[in-house]
């Protein structure tokens, strides 16, 4: 292991290892911990710039309960929400499929294909922003949520087709070959054989989808118009405007606009991170 | 004809029934496609207004669609010819939708972003849905040279680019000082990783509050040093600063730096996790031998660990410089591109241009937009390039 593992040199270090870690992930985390703090003062603690010190007052309740009464925060969730879903299952569903087809087929066109998957996987955002406004405006979906999930599963399905194609690529090709000669057809081998173990793969691309799309700001802003639709990432940020200068009311709200994609970090970790490094340094 | 022999022969026969059945419910779906309107729908479910009814309706024309997909797909296996060479069939029918679907929202619309950018067009059609546009040229590439606001995206793109680039090894840091099994290490872990996990939109508020001169982290930390406490006239506490804290971002020389450090903060995160990875994979062997001839310390890090280290290295210069040219949820929720466009980025520029609070310049922001792509493309071929090489020694 490297660096040398703390407990194998002096005890001078091995303790001080341990109480500088701490401070360390104090100091990485203090912008989120001192909005933390925000969130639960009062406002009167902000104007005479309390913002290390104890709270003179504990208005956590209070200040996440006026972010609910003042804002549709419930409504921006709820929002999220029905565009995220629907984007993790059809952007997963197709990747399976696209994956399949592009590491178990040894045909001419599967490593060209997969480039054009990842390739439109890295464009900017930009480029793709006219004319996919202008296709959904022809086909009568832009300002709609419906609209914003098929562009969102499309350009998904690059990400996931790279992660699937990468993971099916390392399953053992014989069982696939052993199958073929028993007779066994090719949709069958796939629902049978390869997706019960690609599962893993999926959960993985899922939860990596779904915080993708729940922090989703830019395609939010540019395919939906009416407040009723926004997300909570756009909604969070007309807040701003709103509660000019209540960073009371602001921090609380950032807070809860973060917390469920937190939540899902926690559950998956182990998912989540294999899935951010491409399969490229597996394990 | 032997038994056995006709067994062979019909095993690759069409067969006759679900082909049937698969071409009724073909015809059905188009028939059904080719009849739905906007109007029809709106009439059935009691909208008063067409508009009212497009979720509905392009909900049910997506249900024919794939009704007829399917059914397509079951006359086709169920052919002769698909039974012959399914090997050769199978790889178009598994690959056909996603590819079509990506095709259509992602591959088209980037040639078609660049003829927009040698039209002037403001996005709209006249009554008869006629383009409303007109070609010129090169002309909005001319524009562009002469455009301060281009050249200010255009640097602060390389800054953002230059900048970003101390995520990879600032997280390589963070990795090797996290990198050991004491007690609770993996919590820590988690929890480093933590600003990643966030919208850059949360963090972009975090950290406009955390700028803030009057109420906030910074004004706090200068505080400690230029100001202190005193009590006014009337009595209350007011703070007397010997200098007065900046406003970061209303000040055009700071402000990119600062939204850019508050980029690098999840940047930061991310590349830790890859290179956390990394080191998990690194072969002990290698290290005892390393260490065996005498490697120490640095020596050790650069000659036995970063060659193993290159995969991660590689993934994280490539998201590394996808995240710095992607740079737009920060701008938008800290400055907007102000002070005087001071922040702005051809990412930012190109959507205030094209649907920002100017009228619409679609041919405009799609010339600037094709600049970024042509940045962009540079490192996407090198990413190609490299997955090839991988791939052709895989096999």
């Known amino acids: 292991m490297f660096p040398t593992p703390v407990e194998k040199l002096s005890p001078g270090v091995n303790i001080g290892y341990r109480l500088i870690l701490p401070i360390c992930l104090f100091i990485w985390l203090l912008p989120l911990l001192a909005i933390f703090m925000t969130s639960i003062r009062p406002v009167i603690d902000i104007n005479t710039g309390n913002v290390f010190g ?104 690059g990400f996931c087709t790279l992660f699937m194609r990468n993971f099916m690529k390392a399953l053992p090709f014989e069982l696939i070959e052993s199958a073929r000669i028993e007779g066994v057809d090719e949709f069958r081998i796939f629902w049978h054989l390869v997706l019960p173990l690609v599962r893993p793969a999926i959960a993985a691309l899922s939860v990596l989808i779904f915080t993708f799309i729940w922090n989703d700001f830019f395609w939010a802003t540019v395919m939906l118009q009416d407040d009723a639709k926004l997300p909570i990432t756009v909604g969070v940020r007309s807040l701003n405007g709103e509660f000019v200068q209540q960073w009371h009311l602001i921090s609380a709200a950032s807070l809860l606009a973060a917390v469920p994609p937190v939540i899902m970090f926690f559950l998956a970790q182990k998912h989540f991170i294999a899935g951010l490094t491409l399969g490229a340094t597996k394990g | 004809m032997t038994e056995h022999a006709m067994r062979l022969s019909s095993k690759y026969d069409t067969e006759t029934k679900p082909v049937a059945i698969g071409t009724a419910v073909l015809l059905v779906c188009i028939v059904f496609l080719l009849t739905i309107s906007g109007t029809g729908v709106a009439d059935m479910l009691g909208y008063a207004r067409k508009i009212d009814a497009r979720v509905p309706t392009f909900l049910l024309r997506m249900f024919f669609l794939l009704v007829a997909l399917a059914a397509a797909f079951i006359i086709f296996t169920n052919t002769s010819t698909y039974k012959r060479k399914r090997v050769a069939y199978a790889p178009w029918m598994f690959l056909s939708v996603g590819l079509i679907f990506f095709l259509i929202y992602v591959i088209i619309p980037i040639f078609q972003s660049i003829s927009y950018s040698l039209t002037r067009w403001n996005g709209l059609y006249d009554i008869n849905g006629k383009w409303t546009g007109e070609w010129v040229g090169l002309e909005n590439y001319r524009v562009l040279l002469e455009d301060p606001n281009f050249t200010t995206s255009l640097i602060n793109n390389v800054l953002w680019l230059a900048l970003f680039m101390l995520a990879v090894p600032i997280g390589l840091f963070i990795a090797l000082f996290l990198n050991q099994t004491v007690a609770g290490i993996r919590f820590y872990k988690s929890l480093f990783f933590f600003p990643f996990v966030i919208s850059q939109v949360v963090v972009g508020l975090i950290f406009s509050w955390a700028y803030n001169p009057e109420f906030g982290l910074l004004s706090e930390i200068w505080g400690w040093f230029f100001c202190e406490q005193k009590v006014n006239i009337v009595g209350n506490l007011t703070k007397v600063c010997s200098i007065d804290p900046p406003s970061i971002l209303g000040e055009a020389k700071y402000a990119t730096y600062a939204i850019i450090a508050a980029g690098l903060w999840p940047q930061i995160a991310y590349c830790m996790i890859l290179y956390l990875t990394g080191l998990n994979n690194v072969s002990p062997d290698q290290i005892e031998a390393g260490r065996l001839d005498g490697a120490k310390g640095w020596k050790m890090l650069w000659h036995v660990i970063l060659p193993q280290l290159k995969p991660a290295t590689f993934i994280a210069v490539v998201v590394t410089v996808i995240g710095s040219l992607r740079s737009f949820d920060m701008i938008a929720t800290m400055t907007q591109g102000g002070p005087f466009g001071s922040t702005n980025v051809l990412a930012y520029y190109m959507y205030d241009q094209a649907v920002g609070e100017g009228v619409g310049r679609y041919g405009y922001g799609s010339a600037i937009a094709t600049v970024l792509f042509v940045i962009m493309l540079c490192f996407i071929s090198v990413f190609l390039w490299r997955m090839y090489q991988d791939e052709r020694t895989e096999r």
């Open chain 1, 54 to 157: 104890i709270p003179s007052e504990f208005n956590m309740i209070e200040n996440y309960a006026t972010v609910f009464a003042k804002t549709d925060a419930w409504s921006y969730m709820a929002n999220t929400l029905i565009i995220t879903i629907p984007t993790v299952i059809i952007s997963v569903a197709l990747a399976c499929i696209t994956g399949y087809a592009l590491a178990i087929y040894n045909f001419r066109w599967a490593l060209p294909l997969f480039f054009v998957f990842v390739a439109g996987n890295f464009v900017p955002f930009q480029i793709l922003m006219l004319p996919v406004i202008d296709m959904s405006n022809r086909l009568e979906i832009f300002n709609t949520v419906p609209g914003l999930v098929m562009f969102h599963a499309a350009f998904q399905t």
